[in-house]
């Protein structure tokens, strides 16, 4: 098919009008203060722990793959890439949110038990998000606040199931809201 010259700039035209249209993911990452990322851990296989897990035994727990510690590595350099400036890097206890938090290589990653999974327990869905929405919402800056955590917390948040490596972007402040979806 032939296109002619009024045809052909009216396709150009569009064409540039739809590179210049922001994902709202990359309109949300222009104002990083305030703005809360949940990720989900990378790639663990398997679901849940195995019984007799305890925290301060990572051989007792569901761990990342090689295939999940060159995803975290991944991500990283995607976020730096975008020169995401991160002020705080949160994850919750298990062994495999730090070592996520550890290779982004964003922030010196601080461990935040508000966000420890509460897959086993589902009864304390309710008060964890109660919480964690009072201590998001209080989130300014400088930078964006990312937190490793699990998917049960970010579903409960966001209502979104995230894949593993999966980021959702939210801000708290007036209301919890979901801007975006990263998966890099």
Known sequence: ?????????VALSLLAAARLRAAPEDEALRTPDGLV??????????????PGMR?????????????????????????????????????????????????????????????N???EDPQ?????VDVARRRLAAWRGPGALLVVTHQVNITALSGVFPASGE???????????VLGRLQL
Do not use: K, Y
């Not at 949940?38 to 663990?44: E, G, I, S, V």
């Not at 304390?124 to 964890?128: A, I, P, S, V």
């Open 167 to 177: 980021i959702v972007l939210m801000r708290f402040e007036p209301a919890p809201r």
């Open 55 to 115: 925290l301060d035994d990572c051989s007792s727990q569901r761990n990342l793959s090689d295939e999940g510690r060159a995803q975290a590595r991944r991500i990283g350099e995607a976020l730096r890439a975008r020169q995401l400036p991160v002020g705080a890097l949160w994850h919750s206890q298990w062994c495999r949110t730090r070592e996520t938090a550890e290779l982004l290589g964003l922030a010196t990653p601080q461990p935040e038990p508000l966000f």
């Open 1 to 9: 098919m032939r296109l002619n010259r009024r045809q052909g700039l």
């Open 124 to 128: 304390l869905e309710q008060g964890f």
């Open 37 to 50: 990322l949940l990720m989900r851990h990378a790639l663990a296989p398997g679901g849940g722990d195995p």
């Open 117 to 119: 999974s509460f897959f």
